[in-house]
């Protein structure tokens, strides 16, 4: 069945670039997204990528999109504190299919 | 701004207990989910809606668990009876439409059964 795949785990020192990676399976996934959780919070939307397209960028924000080998990054430069947060990759044909996400640990 | 409303934010209760969690969604989103988010199992999907009909809940034990919609602005999630391993944060989350992926978050509802 189809299925996403993340790190549980990833520590940066503040001012340095994270690089979240996702492996999904689906290859008929049409959007794929990038979701935040900060604690004691829901999820929210942090950006997605449609399947025709191999990168997207939005202020600190970079996606990355490896369809041959069906990979998705995300790259936070100059991380902040702010940042600390879970990370969720998940993957869309006609209903989300989630990670177990990703919990960013910043090193001050 | 426009969000997504979840009660109560916590409850504690005891086995057996009934427990029933509420959801006021972004008004004009037409699809309406609810996830169960626990550290062994991640997030896991219970049930969603659109335009108020039930569309999947195949994630929800039916012996005990019921979702419903009595109207747009109201969701509802219940379980009776209760048992220590519900304890979970509860979600519930809204989309416009259309099926975009684009999901709007409550703040959760934690259930701790004792």
């Known amino acids: 069945g189809e299925d996403v795949e993340q790190s549980l785990f990833l520590s940066v020192r503040e001012g340095d670039s994270s690089v979240i990676n996702c492996t999904y399976t689906?290859?008929?996934?049409?959007?794929l997204y990038w979701y935040k959780q900060e604690p004691g919070a829901g999820l929210q939307l942090l950006t997605y990528i449609f399947s025709n397209m191999d990168m997207k960028q939005d202020q600190r924000l970079t996606v990355l999109l490896n369809k041959k080998d069906k990979h998705l990054s995300l790259r936070i430069a100059d991380t902040q504190t702010g940042d600390s947060a879970i990370y969720f990759c998940?993957?869309?044909?006609?209903?989300?299919?989630w990670g177990a996400g990703t919990k960013l640990i910043i090193k001050p | 701004d426009a969000r997504v409303t979840q009660t109560p934010r916590h409850k504690v209760t005891e086995m057996g207990q009934e427990v029933t969690m509420r959801c006021q969604p972004i008004l004009g989103h037409n699809t309406v989910f609810w996830y169960r988010q626990t550290m062994m199992q991640g997030l896991e999907l219970l049930a969603y809606f659109r335009n108020r009909a039930p569309l999947d809940d195949s994630g929800m034990p039916k012996d005990r668990f019921s979702a419903e919609m009595p109207d747009a602005t109201l969701a509802t999630l219940k379980i009776q009876p209760s048992e220590p391993r519900d304890s979970a944060v509860y979600f519930c989350a809204s989309e416009p439409g259309g099926g975009t992926g684009e999901l709007f978050f409550g703040e959760g509802s934690r259930l701790t059964v004792l």
């Open positions: 689906d290859s008929s996934s049409t959007y």
């Open positions: 998940a993957e869309s044909n006609y209903q989300l299919i």
